[in-house]
């Protein structure tokens, strides 16, 4: 079995990161290894604090998984051996995620729908859940990733500090050919109460930051034209002219490219 390492943005709460560890040390998949970036002084938040991990790791060959896990996030002891399972059943896949439920076992995350301007869940009843299936963004509480995926799609985007960092880890992994996938048989328990507490007013400035960042990167493409510095010449027009003259032109026949 390869090591996987586990990383951990912790902040404050010891005694869930306690249950966390526990839970992780039950777990019929090892061996593992925590790593912890303690935000408790330094409040760096999630994105940060998870490529800080993903940064240790990257030339690691004996690292073929990494685990993304809240610190309030508890494992069920089959957990990370079923996504294990489906990352080696689907080569294609760069991404894992459990299946998350509350403490009354009733799923609070199973699967992905809108990602903006707050994420939609998908929260079937857990006995709906047979069968691994494709999902549009993962949840960042427990996510198994693929340590090729990481080294070719590189960290995480750290203009999104707290929130909408997964769903754009996992846009940005589906624009490259991979998949994120829920796997059927991994189940979570999430608590929800760090990540869903009452919060500063500096957090939710920041939270709507990031939302508005991550709307003008995938939605609106407000980010990729003001990065092409495309000049008071390049109008939408002229690009439009020139793609639509770029595609009148006749193709080559494929014989004589290589004449």
């Known amino acids: 079995m390869n090591l996987i390492p586990i990383i951990i943005p912790f902040y404050k709460e010891t005694e869930k990161l306690k249950k966390c560890i526990s839970a992780i040390n039950s777990q019929l998949y090892q061996p593992t290894e925590i790593f912890i970036r303690d935000?408790?002084?330094?409040?760096?938040?999630?994105?940060?604090?998870?490529n800080e991990g993903?940064?240790?790791y990257s030339f690691n060959p004996d690292v073929k998984y990494l685990l993304i896990l809240n610190q309030d996030c508890y494992l069920r002891t089959d957990t990370l051996t079923s996504l294990v399972e489906c990352?080696?059943?689907n080569p294609c896949c760069g991404i894992a995620c459990s299946i998350q439920v509350d403490q009354s076992n009733q799923v609070t995350w199973g699967g992905s729908y809108d990602a903006f301007p707050a994420g939609v869940h998908k929260i079937d009843p857990l006995n709906s859940y047979t069968q691994d299936f494709d999902t549009y963004w993962a949840n960042g509480a427990c996510m198994l990733l693929r340590h090729?995926?990481?080294?070719e799609i590189g960290l995480f985007d750290e203009n999104m500090k707290f929130i909408c960092s997964d769903s754009d880890y996992s846009f940005t992994a589906r624009s490259r050919g991979w998949s994120v996938m829920v796997v059927a048989k991994s189940i979570a328990e999430h608590s929800l109460s760090s990540s869903g507490s009452v919060e500063s007013?500096?957090?939710s400035s920041r939270k709507k930051l990031d939302v508005i960042y991550f709307a003008k990167k995938w939605l609106t493409g407000e980010l990729y034209n003001e990065l092409s510095c495309e000049g008071d010449t390049l109008s939408r027009l002229r690009i439009k002219s020139i793609i639509d003259n770029l595609k009148s032109t006749p193709r080559p026949n494929s014989s004589t490219l290589f004449l």
Do not use: Q
């Not at 002084?41 to 940060?48: C, S, Y």
């Not at 090729?148 to 080294?151: G, H, N, R, W």
């Open 201 to 203: 007013e500096a957090i």
């Open 39 to 50: 935000n408790t002084d330094d409040n760096i938040l999630f994105t940060a604090a998870i």
């Open 54 to 56: 993903l940064k240790k």
């Open 148 to 151: 090729e995926m990481v080294k």
């Open 87 to 89: 990352l080696d059943k």
